[in-house]
């Protein structure tokens, strides 16, 4: 299955950038908005995006369209979660 | 994150991300985690990111600590330093902007990559609007490692004087501003310098290293040296592959002419 990574491994294409976002949204879901609202200002959209303090709801953690969210498997609330992006795959 | 191809064409098929969320504690190391469980040697890429709640001179250079907050921060940027991870933040970027005003900017979100990450890592910045967060997204940016020539150099010896001086003659700066204000002022010095600026360097010689022999050419758009260096440079490692091709044919046929053995010649010449 052809995967970010591997459709760049010939030498001869033009590589692109791997953009990766870190911000701390002290739980909050404006803040977790906001953010990923302005990766359209990137000149390439980023594809892993680390978040301290992420927001959840209903104890599930707030998810975005186009990503997949990991947390750590806690007793409590996680402190930190990873957001990829699905073009990854 | 795992590839079978390699990331990016690099040997290496695993990249780890760790992010990283230091709390404040009142028991040594008065951080939520340590240290060792933080970095670890990997023989993979590994980049550690994250808020860790810490200040330390390599990131923030002007800040003033106290003894104790060196000795905390300390022992993270010496377990980061000693496997070794290299710190990616630009040094004196802040990236916690606090409410109030009593409290100044400081730099409490670090970037660490191990040796295998280094060559990949492009940039560390902090290109994205405030969030409403009194942190500032961090962008670390990845790109396979690339050849990178240096930029030409002005070759100041070759200066071409007398053309520099006709265009002086007739450079002429816009009107300044009539009521200037600093940003319009600053702005019509800008403009003027930079023209200025490029009037002369338009007219020096560029110094680049050739990519193939390296030698140090000196060339200009109007001169003829650019025109016939390619063709020289061809022209050069032909004959020295002539020349190499004949004087291997002339050591292996006096060589072997004795043992009149063709096959022997041709082993050798092909060799």
Known sequence: MESFFTRYTDSSAVFPSFPIVQHNCFGSRDVFLSLFHSFTMLPQPSLLVAIQDPPFRRSVLLTFPGFMSFAPPTPGRPRVAIYVSRTLN | ?271
């Open chain 2, 1 to 271: 994150m795992f590839s079978p191809e390699g990331l990016f064409g690099s040997p290496h098929r695993s990249l780890r991300v760790t992010s990283v969320y230091l709390l404040r504690t009142n028991h040594p190391p008065y951080r939520s985690i340590f240290p060792e469980r933080i970095f670890s040697f990997l023989s993979y890429p590994q980049l550690v990111l994250g808020d860790f709640n810490l200040h330390h001179p390599l990131g923030d250079p002007c800040l003033s600590l106290s003894e104790r907050e060196f000795i905390i921060s300390t022992s993270y940027f010496d377990a980061a330093g000693d496997l070794p991870y290299h710190l990616l933040n630009t040094p004196g970027v802040y990236t916690r902007f606090p409410f109030d005003t009593i409290s100044r900017p400081s730099v409490l979100d670090l970037a660490f990559a191990n040796t295998a990450l280094s060559s990949l890592v492009s940039s560390w910045d902090t290109p994205l609007p405030s969030t409403g967060s009194d942190h500032v997204p961090c962008v670390i940016t990845l790109r396979p490692p690339a050849i990178m020539l240096p930029p030409p150099t002005l070759h100041w010896a070759l200066l071409n004087l007398d053309a520099v001086g006709k265009a002086l003659d007739t450079f002429t700066t816009q009107p300044c501003p009539e009521r200037p204000t600093p940003n319009s002022l600053s702005r019509w010095f800008d403009i003027s310098s930079t023209r200025l600026t490029s009037l002369v360097t338009e007219s020096a010689y560029c110094s680049r290293y050739c990519t193939y022999l390296m030698l140090d050419v000196s060339y200009s758009g109007s001169s003829i040296v650019a025109l016939f260096f390619l063709p020289c440079t061809f022209l050069i490692c032909y004959s020295f592959l002539l020349g190499y091709l004949f004087l291997s044919s002339l050591i292996a046929f006096t060589t072997l002419l004795p043992f009149r053995q063709p096959y022997a010649f041709l082993l050798v010449l092909l060799d």
